[in-house]
């Protein structure tokens, strides 16, 4: 079968997540065995009769029937081998999470893209805006890590000249981008397929707060981003606004019935049915109360792995000197649970959700050679937090977050 100019196109780009060698991928053809195995671990009705082989390490990945590259990591092919076992609700380990992931967005991938989830013309702007912000440059390479139904990758259509790459573990949601006209590949947030140095934009809307460890994404970030690339990440719950009332919590006991019978426009999506909504709450950690991340601990993983932070945007108000993009209103939800948790939702430091922007700068005076961090860059975070959280103490940056969701620097 002939491949697509198209996987040709995209080969350059991607490298093997395990060894992240640069120009090392081919293609040739796949046992029948091999192909057969893949099949069934991708629960795909074609068999991937392709496969790329990685020169340097000799590892083996498959190529989807209609020519979508899958780059997973090592545990990330276990979960796809693994997709029929109970994904664990309690004290889900990193094959679960993945494994509620790929379940929803196979599931909802369609209705996602429908209702135009986080596809908003306000949502468009802060990215862009944040870009344009932090860098001059309008070429380089664009990868999507979670790009779902590419609603991010055309948002920067228009923005910056290269090839744009949407990267997901559902597969229905890559369709849905190349239909789109943009690349799609297979793989793992937490390992990436692409080669040390090789991105002008990573883009991660949505997604760190669906990572099993979110770090791992953001170190890998900053190793394939070339100097002066830009790191987006947006829609991250902050912990700091999810520490919930009595009130705010005896109305979330409530929440499902609710949602289902309401079944209504957006909230349709992740409340279809009670098998979606179970995945669902092993997939985020966001809307649920008392989980979030840290604005500290965020701009303590950021800069620690080697990136300078450029801003970090709240989600809720209108002070020009954190939030220069348009105004996001706080949703009817956060005005709610903020409300009942006896909090002004307005405030920076109760802000609904995070986007921050950072760039990868040419040296990174923050990180020994050895990987500790020097004393200039504890001064600072010290000064991010302070500049981000003026009503905040040093101290708030030292405060765990929930079990699970600490993002740990490097
Ligand atoms: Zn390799």
Redesign the pocket.
């Known amino acids: 079968m002939p491949m697509s100019t198209s996987l040709h196109d995209l080969l350059p780009h991607l490298?093997?997540?395990?060894?992240?060698?640069p120009h090392?991928?081919s293609i040739e053809s796949a046992s029948d065995a091999r192909a057969d195995e893949w099949r069934i671990a991708l629960r795909e009705e074609s068999r991937p009769d392709h496969q790329i082989v990685?020169?340097?390490?000799?590892?083996m990945f498959p190529i989807s029937a209609d020519g979508i590259p899958i780059l997973w990591s090592r545990v990330l092919e276990q979960t796809f081998g693994e997709l029929d076992q109970d994904v664990s609700q309690v004290d889900p380990t990193e094959q679960d999470v993945k494994a509620a992931n790929i379940h929803v967005y196979d599931e909802i991938s369609d209705a996602y893209d429908t209702e135009g989830v986080h596809a908003d013309e306000v949502t468009r702007s802060r990215l862009v805006n944040a870009y344009r912000e932090a860098t001059n440059s309008r070429t380089g390479t664009h990868v999507d890590v979670g790009c779902g139904a590419g609603n991010v990758l055309e948002f920067f259509s228009a923005v910056l000249d290269g090839p744009k790459i949407g990267m997901d573990v559902s597969l229905s949601g890559l369709r849905a981008v190349r239909r789109k006209g943009y690349h799609a590949v297979l793989g793992d947030a937490e390992r990436l397929p692409f080669a040390e140095s090789s991105l002008g934009l990573v883009t991660a809307s949505s997604v760190l707060h669906h990572l099993y460890r979110p770090d791992r994404l953001i170190q890998q970030a900053h190793r394939a981003l070339s100097t002066g690339g830009v790191f987006l990440t947006d829609f991250d719950p902050n912990g700091r606004a999810a520490q919930w009332g009595w009130l705010a919590l005896q109305l979330y006991a409530l929440r499902r019935p609710v949602y289902q019978m309401l079944s209504l426009g957006r909230r349709r999506v992740f409340h279809g049915s009670e098998q979606v909504q179970t995945w669902n709450a092993v997939a985020e950690f966001h809307n649920k109360p008392g989980e979030g991340f840290d604005m500290g601990q965020l701009q303590a993983a950021l800069v620690t792995a080697g990136f300078e932070l450029h801003r970090i945007f709240p989600h809720n108000c209108r002070d020009a000197s954190v939030n220069r993009g348009p105004f996001v209103k706080p949703s009817p939800r956060h005005l709610l649970v903020q409300a009942l948790s006896g909090r002004n939702p307005f405030a920076r430091h109760n802000s609904d959700t995070l986007l921050t922007a950072s760039v990868k700068p040419a040296s990174s005076p923050v990180v020994h050679r050895d990987g500790r961090v020097s004393e200039s860059a504890k001064q600072r975070i010290r000064e991010l937090f302070a500049e981000s959280q003026p009503g905040l103490q040093e101290s708030d940056a030292s405060v765990e977050s929930p079990k699970g969701t600490t993002v740990r620097a490097a």
């Not at 490298?15 to 060698?21: A, D, F, I, R, T």
């Not at 990685?54 to 590892?59: G, K």
């Open positions: 490298s093997c997540p395990e060894c992240q060698e090392r991928l990685c020169n340097s390490c000799r590892r």
